[in-house]
């Protein structure tokens, strides 16, 4: 039996996971996100320039995300993600428009690293055994210094799908955080590497369920409330202020404090968190794909290195973009329409569109950013850390996000029985 109360601050999926994990668990929680809607970095809203919903970024989460799987059963939505019952994925390359379809073998032999119809055109199975450096890579190490194939192989799958996983920039981002990137997907075989695609929306799959569970368990949710600060004593939290008014809070109530990092350094002075960025770029465009187009397509020498194929809609995702965001966007559109064009072989004019750039969507998952990684733990008792930025030992992600929430929420329920 809970002696104290479980507040969660940011309803992000960290907040949402911490927040529904608590409610699972029967303890009464109330939630505080500042903005209108809740999701954060993962959320959907209508956008009158396409006269759709649509998502602030395309998310790719993968069929052996095991957070992100138990945290959609949890609230109902385990069979709202999409995509191919292989773990298969179709790439072109724009250089030379040559196409090919990447088959992950299902189980842990890797299989397709032996068949020429299966793995990446021009490209040997030693290839592929250089990249096995990265499983052990200690956490100063940057990908740059732990691989040496700058081949076909690096051009046209590990340095797309690291920098993707990643969110920056393949030579200089973590081994180690590639290596367990690496070692919860391919390492484990295709069942665990199938590509997942929320559909119609982020928000449908996991925003919108979660409140509705929330809601179910009696939890409480309020949006558009900001945190301002905390009133600290000693080592606790005494009180949570808000601009209207404040909540008195004890030593056996547990705070969940699940927003970003800038926001939590703010809030938690002395807390360390990494604090360089990178950006994502993602281009809408209002018209149906052709029939056939695979559900996610790899770019190989484009601006755009992903087109998402929805029923309403073409979307395209560019990691580590930050050399993109102060382009103009008229421009930037008309150079991403030119590669989907391209890509999917559509002809006609550029439909409606719309570029949404995220200057600060994910850390920058370098090993010196990681070092600055904290536990959910700091300095005040009864406020636990969570969000894709603390130490996950993963990149900044949904997966990620999610099992920071848990282990806040683990933690804060040992907090409530004590
Ligand atoms: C464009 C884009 C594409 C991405 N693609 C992928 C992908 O393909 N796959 C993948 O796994 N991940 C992807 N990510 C990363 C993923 O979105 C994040 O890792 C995840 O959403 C982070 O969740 P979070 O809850 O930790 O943080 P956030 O989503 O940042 O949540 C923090 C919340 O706290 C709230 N908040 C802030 N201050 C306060 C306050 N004072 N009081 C109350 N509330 C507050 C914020 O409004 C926000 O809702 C992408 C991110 C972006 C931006």
Known sequence: MASGKAYVIGGGVAGLAAATALAERGISVTLFEA????????????????????????????????????????????????????AVVDFVDLADDRRWRLQLS?????A????????????????????????????????????????????????????????????????????????????????????????????????????????????????????????IAGRAARALEFHDGSITTGMKDAIILAVNAPVAQGLLPGTTAPDEFRAIVNAHFKTAPPAG??????????????????????STTTSAADALVDEDREALAARIWANVAKALRLEGPMPPWQIVKEKRATFAATPAQDAKRPGPRGPIRNIILAGDWTRTGLPATIEGAIRSGETAARLAAKHLRL
């Open 35 to 86: 903005g209108p809607q809740a999701g954060g970095r993962c959320r959907s809203y209508f956008d009158p320039a396409m006269g759709a919903m649509i998502d602030n970024g395309n998310h790719l989460v993968l069929s052996g995300n095991r957070a992100v799987n138990t945290y959609l059963a949890r609230i109902g939505a385990k069979d709202a993600l999409t995509g191919p019952e292989q």
């Open 106 to 110: 299902e189980g842990v032999f890797p």
């Open 112 to 231: 397709w690293v032996f068949s020429r119809e299966r793995r990446v055109p021009d490209t040997r199975p030693a290839d592929y055994a250089g990249y096995a450096p990265l499983l052990l890579a200690g956490r100063n190490a940057t990908i740059g210094e732990t691989v040496k194939d700058r081949g076909a192989l690096w051009r046209r799958l590990m340095q797309h799908f690291l920098v993707s996983a990643l969110n920056t920039e393949a030579e200089t981002a973590s081994a180690a955080l590639a290596g367990s990137v690496i070692r919860q997907s391919l390492a484990r075989g295709g069942h665990a590497s199938r590509p997942r695609i929320a559909h119609p929306t982020l928000a449908a799959v996991f925003v919108d369920p979660a409140l509705k569970y929330l809601e179910a368990k009696g939890a409480t949710v309020h949006l558009g409330t900001r945190l301002r600060g905390f009133g």
């Open 293 to 314: 187009t695979p559900a996610m397509l790899g770019v190989i020498g484009g601006t755009a290195e992903w087109i998402f194929s929805f029923t309403d809609r073409i």
